[in-house]
């Protein structure tokens, strides 16, 4: 028999891992201490889904909010969550396309290898700020 498809290899090139999405529901005091951030890029949701690859160690991990060029993001596992600045990945497409959206030394896949679940997309200002975040770090001068 003979078997019509794309190899293997292809395939592989094109494979996408699933994101955790763990849902993490803020509370009032975290609501208020968000909305208490001055220029915000996002409008604040009362629920976060990880946005992680699926299976991560350590907690789970959702961006609350972005602001200038600082990131707000919660870290949930069990019973424990902080809300935490953190640097961007620096890590992009090889193209240059595309930047990580999550945050440097996160577990897992960079974002623009995880399937997209619908979630969060940062304004394009925002990813602008991220790519040159990115340049300065990987550039001559860093
Ligand atoms: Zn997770
Ligand atoms: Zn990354």
Known sequence: MITVGSTPYGREMTTFS??????????????????????PDTELESELPCELEA??????????QASRDLEWWMLWQHARRD????????????DGDTVCNLPID???RHSFDLTDIGGRTPAPHHQQKILELARRRTGPTG
């Open 55 to 64: 299976g991560h160690p350590g907690p789970h991990l959702a961006q609350a």
């Open 106 to 108: 996160h577990p897992g």
């Open 83 to 94: 809300l935490m600045i953190l640097e961007p990945c620096p890590a992009e497409t090889t």
């Open 18 to 39: 699933p994101v955790c999405g763990d849902v993490l529901v803020l509370t009032e005091a975290e609501l208020a201490e968000l909305a208490a951030i001055p220029d």
